[in-house]
């Protein structure tokens, strides 16, 4: 994608329908965005991945338990693509993360700009770009995990799935589970296509019960790619330390 289409990529993600997109979060602890990134940009984005230059560190799962595969962390500055999602899709995730909070009763609330928030992570010492890709092969996987890396956490946290399905790569699907108080833990296989974005929590979400609102814990991975290779742009949007 080209810097002269980002514009547009602006104006298609605030134009989402994103009282719907909160509706699935609060009812399924995921969002799926059909087609967020067009084929070719994926394409592209995927490879850079060999490009060290555009990364801060190089992490390979297995040496860390982590699973099987590896990825890549963004150094500053961001490729103009990963910089305005993460510009443009913060502020109405940002909405449903200050609904959130009123609903656990925390006492956090996230400015409406992203900027704002980053600011507040820098204060805090959390300098480092956390958007990633990540690349896997035949056999790989991503254990089950949060994305946190420090004292200030932004709730919500997008997947792009870069490569195609069925024809770049089998397996491999997109896992999340809930962790629900004195009850089993649910499991979500969420099905993407290229180019669609999953937005699920970083680390919990309220659920309505019997007796009201309570926290559950959230967790996600990847499944064993059987063939191909598969690459994913993560989106987080608070910065590490």
């Given at each position: ?184 833990s649910r499991v979500e296989v969420v099905p993407l296509g290229q180019g669609d974005g999953v937005i699920f929590p970083v680390h919990h979400r309220p659920m309505q019960g019997t007796r009201g609102i309570y926290r559950v814990t959230m967790r996600h991975g990847v499944s064993r790619l059987r063939s191909g290779k598969r690459h994913t ?9």
């Amino acid at each position: 994608m080209s810097t002269a289409l980002l514009p547009d990529l602006r104006a298609r993600i605030a134009a989402l329908d994103w009282e719907a997109l909160g509706a699935s979060l609060d009812a399924h602890g995921c969002a799926v965005v059909s087609g967020l990134l067009p084929a070719d940009a994926c394409a592209a984005l995927a490879a850079t991945y060999p490009d060290n230059a555009l990364f801060r560190s190089h992490i390979h799962m297995q040496r860390h338990g982590f699973g099987r595969g590896e990825y890549k962390y963004f150094a500053h500055p961001l490729p103009p693509l990963v910089a305005t999602l993460r510009d443009a899709l913060y502020p109405p995730l940002a909405a449903v993360a200050n609904r959130w909070s009123a609903a656990l009763r925390l006492d956090v609330q996230y400015p409406p700009d992203h900027a704002a928030f980053l600011a507040r992570c820098h204060e805090a010492g959390q300098v480092r770009p956390t958007p990633l890709l990540l690349t896997y092969g035949p056999d790989d996987y991503n254990c089950l995990h949060q994305d946190l890396y420090g004292e200030h956490v932004f709730p919500l946290q997008v997947a792009i799935l870069l490569s195609d399905p069925g024809r770049d790569f089998t397996g491999g699907e997109f896992v999340l589970t809930e962790q629900r108080p004195r009850m089993q833990s649910r499991v979500e296989v969420v099905p993407l296509g290229q180019g669609d974005g999953v937005i699920f929590p970083v680390h919990h979400r309220p659920m309505q019960g019997t007796r009201g609102i309570y926290r559950v814990t959230m967790r996600h991975g990847v499944s064993r790619l059987r063939s191909g290779k598969r690459h994913t742009l993560g989106v987080i949007f608070h910065d590490a330390t």
